[in-house]
């Protein structure tokens, strides 16, 4: 099965995301900041990387940079709660850095497991064109909505 590191300052949420790859058979790292992935992907073999765009010692561009200069095999997941806020462009830069996928937080673990596939067989499309990645930031932010009511 895949490896997969979990980038997550919230503990909580890096906690229940590594349970539900576990629990699904994943092999898991994780780490609470973007340099304490990096260096840990110095010796665990992601297939898949799961980075938050904000995390407390460097933002996720910081990261997905570097993950892309050092590992280039490594698959991409950017996971923000950000873009939900007016004006903000956090996923869709994301990709600018080098992700091959975004998620909108919060997501459901169904949206979660679909979009961890979907990047890892690299069939997730751009936003720009689109894309699953698009329908799963639509469908959390229908989710969002419909939560506020």
Do not use: C
């Amino acid at each position: 099965m895949a490896r997969v590191l979990v980038i997550e300052d919230h503990e909580n949420l890096r906690t229940a995301i590594r349970q539900v790859l576990e629990d699904h058979s994943y092999i898991v790292a994780d780490a609470a900041t973007g340099r304490a992935g990096v260096v840990l992907l110095r010796t665990f073999a992601a297939d898949l990387a799961i980075v938050d765009t904000f995390t407390f010692d460097q933002n996720g561009s910081e990261t997905l940079r570097a993950v892309r200069r050092k590992w280039p095999q490594v698959k991409l997941l950017a996971i923000s709660g950000w873009q939900s806020k007016p004006g903000s462009e956090t996923l869709s830069a994301a990709q600018d850095f080098g992700a091959h996928g975004v998620l909108t937080k919060p997501f459901g673990t169904r949206e979660f497991l679909r979009a961890v596939e979907t990047v890892l067989t690299g069939s997730m499309k751009d936003t720009r064109d689109g894309g699953l990645s698009a329908n799963l930031r639509q469908s959390a932010d229908v989710r969002q909505s419909s939560q506020a009511s």
